[in-house]
T-cell receptor
């Protein structure tokens, strides 16, 4: 099946630093989503991207839909302790009959040291 | 507006027991999904539904069953619990091409 390669697997940073993570695939996706999961909770949507080349911001978060439609990245600027959590990318395939489902990356675990 | 509600939040089962994980949404979403999340493995799709009366298998359906008799509810059934089904289970829903909204999960241990 389709897979997303998300990297890095984990990051340990100091408060105030910028963070960058990305997802790549050998397949084309029509939509890219970025979710954050706090301990003991379900994933919460951060940013949704619907068009190749699209660059979207949500506060200190910025995400881009790669021009090839096979990748996406998420940047967090000036990290704060509450940014701690697991960040997941998810892609909606462009194949016929596949648009109902999302493919998820394995997550990037972010730790922010005060 | 409660969103996606999952019950129970925690459960311990013995091998061979059965149980139903409940999921309900009050957003009139047509699509509903069940995922399992194992440590370091992201989310894997078990079953999904595109509307009441319609269900389909995802990536890891073995050992599970679902039904969708109403728009609001999408229960997940484990008939013969096995240790390999120890996981965190998430239900999600969406409308049309909007992003999926997730519940807070059910943590299931099978001993």
């Amino acid at each position: 099946g389709q897979q997303l390669n998300q990297s890095p697997q984990s990051m340990f940073i100091q408060e105030g630093e910028d963070v960058s993570m990305n997802c790549t695939s050998s397949s084309i996706f029509n939509t890219w989503l970025w979710y954050k999961q706090d301990p003991g909770e379900g994933p919460v949507l951060l940013i949704a991207l619907y068009k190749a080349g699209e660059l979207t911001s949500n506060g200190r978060l910025t995400a881009q839909f790669g021009i090839t439609r096979k990748d996406s990245f998420l940047n967090i600027s000036a990290s704060i302790p509450s940014d701690v959590g697991i960040y997941f990318c998810a892609g909606q395939p462009g194949t016929q009959g596949g648009s109902e489902k999302l493919v998820f990356g394995k997550g990037t675990k972010l730790t922010v040291n005060p | 507006n409660a969103g996606v509600t999952q019950t129970p939040k925690f459960r311990i089962l013995k091998i061979g027991q059965s149980m139903t994980l409940q999921c309900t949404q009050d957003m009139n979403h047509n699509y509903m999904y069940w995922y399992r999340q194992d440590p370091g493995m992201g989310l894997k799709l078990i079953y999904y539904s595109v509307g009441a009366g319609i269900t389909d298998k995802g990536e890891v359906p073995n050992g599970y069953n679902v039904s969708r008799s109403t728009t609001e509810d999408f229960p997940l059934r484990l008939e013969l619990a096995a240790p390999s089904q120890t996981s965190v289970y998430f239900c999600a829903s969406r409308m049309g091409y909007q992003p999926q909204h997730f519940g807070d999960g059910t943590r299931l241990s099978i001993l």
